[in-house]
């Protein structure tokens, strides 16, 4: 069939039909009725189906066209945007630059380039960050530091993603106020303004009369400011917190370190709270390591807990400086609205209680304002005044307690300890009165006197009998310890081998390197050095790495639980084994029975103290003491050997 036929059957098909269900019915063949039949059925289905992708076709063209005359439309308004954009980047005032999280130029504007100094082919998009740090070193509009220090205080303040705004003075004399804006994949917006002169003492005395210049926090006034705003909110029903942060022995690391160091420290402990606060926040920094945070809008007192508990953690974690490792903490104290003051001052003054109260439990660790606070502050004060009074007349005195030898069954010498009984509050322990002298520097001139009593004191012992002298890590500070010494030794005549110093870990914590130099020099004089309170802290190992101590004492706390507990005995069995191999003594504190007694002497300690064999006791005792004991009479508990 041809086509012209095709397309005529197509046209007419039931005629076609009819007429070839004639002939075929004239030729008495097959039903051509039923085969017409089924042809025109296939035709009509075909028809549909045509009919049927043509109207989706054109729905589809209709749709395209639509979508056609979309993107036209959406192309024009980008470009209109764009030029838009353009235009206003070109006209702002400031210069202004973008970049991504690559740290790779997005967009800048003329502006920016001008203001630096750099030409069209420094700021292409995609130089990255750094090429531009080092285009403006070339062209003397870098600031004033060097550019690794620049490099690495960026780097710090990019990692903190948080918006903020500073002044940097460049090395060409011009002033530039820069605002920070984080984006969520690591780049950030910056505006650049170049404050003309005229403007830029204003502008700076205004941001000196709010700001803090080290760190660039808020300063008080702006934290006052902060505070009545935000107690203006707290009236509508919106509870706020204020935290009073102190940094635990900051003035170590500024003393030891130097005070460069320690303004670097400042600025990492503050670029590390500002990654936990939110845009809300206000952080300030009120006096040298003391800072102020009012913590807005939140669900108090839950989120303050959540807060101090990160900063707490944060910032025991060592910070790098140059290289040089420093160790510090913190310290928090809370009052929450409304409860805890309906002024700027209330609130202020009850963290400040607050954060006396966390110091005094040990640092480190955060407490809420209570009513008592009041009272326990007043408490203290009192026994302030009495201890410096107690100072200035030298109203303490020593006793001794024995340290014996296990292996010779005999005295190897005394521990002095410090005595102070007060007329009106009778025997103050040294756990009240000692960390409180420590923390008012009082412990300095306290210890002294007590390393020159005890010196003259054990120079009238029997040779061979040796003086132990607890020294606190305050007295390290300054550098007078090791003038103190000798001077001890010297006035009594104590060789300087019978004296042994006992020092705690948190001396090798909080001093670092000029610590272990004063051991190592005290030393050589032939002074013994003993780590006390062994296992208490949390780098017991470590600090026996660091320096190699005569002695370790044990700490009692191990051997009250020695007969209950056997994760105490397999402690000191681990102890003294360590101490055998780095050929360190090891002196078991606090033994009160004999139990005790037979049990360290099997897990082979070297020396034992404790009430089992006699208390601490005035020097007047001692000759009798040492008669019972030394050698060891029949009366002695020593174990059967
Ligand atoms: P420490 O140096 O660990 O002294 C041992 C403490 O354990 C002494 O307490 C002693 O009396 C007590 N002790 C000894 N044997 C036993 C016992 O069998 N059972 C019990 N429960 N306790 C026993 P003390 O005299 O109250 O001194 C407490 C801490 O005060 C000392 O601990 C030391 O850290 C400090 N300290 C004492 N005198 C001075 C001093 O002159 N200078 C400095 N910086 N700290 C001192
Ligand atoms: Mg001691
Ligand atoms: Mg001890």
């Known amino acids: 069939m041809s086509e012209n036929n095709a397309s005529h059957v197509l046209a007419a098909p039931s005629l076609f039909a009819r007429q070839l269900a004639r002939a075929t019915r004239a030729q008495g063949g097959i039903d051509l009725d039923a085969l017409a039949g089924q042809v025109t059925s296939a035709y009509d289905e075909l028809e549909r189906s045509r009919r049927g992708t043509d109207d989706r076709n054109a729905l589809i063209s209709r749709e395209f066209a639509t979508l056609n005359a979309n993107l036209e439309r959406g192309v024009a308004e980008l470009e209109a945007q764009n030029i838009r954009f353009g235009l206003a980047l070109e006209n702002m005032a400031q210069g202004l630059c973008v970049f991504d999280g690559a740290q790779r130029l997005i967009v800048c504007n003329k502006q920016f380039a001008d203001i630096y100094g750099l030409k069209p082919e420094h700021v292409r998009p995609g130089t990255t960050f750094r090429e531009i740090v080092a285009h403006r070193y070339a062209a003397d509009s870098s600031p004033a530091m060097n550019q690794a220090e620049y490099l690495n205080w960026w780097e710090r303040k990019r990692v903190s993603a948080v918006a903020d705004e500073t002044l940097v003075e460049l090395r060409n004399g011009r002033v530039i106020s820069i605002r920070d804006q984080p984006m969520p994949d690591g780049g950030w917006v910056a505006t650049h303004d170049d404050i003309p002169e005229r403007r830029t003492v204003e502008k700076r005395l205004a941001y000196m009369a709010h700001h803090d210049d080290l760190t660039g926090l808020a300063n008080r006034v702006l934290l006052r400011q902060r505070l009545d705003e935000a107690l203006t909110r707290a009236r509508r029903g919106a509870a706020f ?144 005044l009495d201890l410096r009074d107690a100072a200035a007349r030298n109203a303490f005195h020593l006793h001794y307690q024995p340290l014996m030898s296990l292996r010779a069954r005999r005295v190897g010498g005394f521990e002095a300890l410090l005595r102070w009984n007060h ?64 001077s001890a030794l010297r006035q009594s005549g104590l060789p300087a081998c019978r004296l042994e110093l006992e020092i705690t870990e948190s001396v090798m914590i909080e001093n670092g390197e000029a610590t ?126």
């Open 241 to 384: 917190a204020v935290l009073c942060v102190d940094l635990d022995h900051f003035k170590v690391v500024n003393d030891t370190l130097g005070h460069t160091m320690g303004d670097a420290l400042l600025r990492a402990a503050t670029v590390r709270m500002r990654q936990h606060l939110r845009d809300t926040d206000t952080l300030a920094r009120l006096g040298s390591d003391e800072f102020a945070i009012v913590q807005c809008d939140m669900d108090q007192p839950v989120d303050a807990t959540a807060l101090a508990e990160r900063l707490v953690r944060i910032l025991a974690v060592p910070f790098d400086l140059d290289g040089q490792q420093a160790v510090i903490g913190a310290s928090i104290g809370i009052a929450v609205t409304p409860g805890d003051g309906t002024d700027p001052d209330a609130l202020l003054r009850n963290a400040d209680r607050a954060l006396t109260r966390a110091k005094a439990d040990g640092r480190g660790c955060f407490r809420f304002f209570e009513s008592g606070m009041d009272t326990v502050m007043q408490a203290r004060r009192s026994l302030e």
């Open 423 to 486: 007329p009106v509050r009778g025997n103050v322990p040294p756990a009240e009165f000692i960390p409180l002298a420590e923390e008012i520097g009082l412990i300095t001139p306290i210890g002294a006197w007590v390393l020159h009593q005890a010196c003259a004191q054990a120079a009238t012992w029997p040779e061979g009998i040796c003086v132990a002298v607890n020294i606190s890590a305050v007295q390290f500070r300054g550098g007078a310890l090791v003038e103190t010494v000798a």
């Open 516 to 641: 272990l130099a004063m051991l190592r020099e005290l030393r050589s004089t032939g002074v013994r050095i003993a780590m006390d309170d062994f296992g208490t802290g949390y780098s017991s190992l470590s600090s026996l790495r660091n320096f190699p101590f005569d002695k370790v004492k044990i700490d009692q706390s191990f051997v009250r639980e020695l007969t209950d507990r056997p994760d105490c005995i397999a402690i000191v069995r681990a102890v003294t084994g360590i101490c055998a191999s780095l050929g360190m003594t090891t002196t078991a504190e606090g033994v009160e029975t004999r139990e005790q007694l037979a049990m360290l002497a099997a897990e082979r300690c070297t020396d034992v103290q404790g009430y089992l064999f006699s208390r601490p006791c005035a020097a007047a005792d001692l000759p009798d003491l040492l008669r019972t004991l030394h050698p060891a009479g029949p009366a002695s508990p020593w174990p059967a050997p």
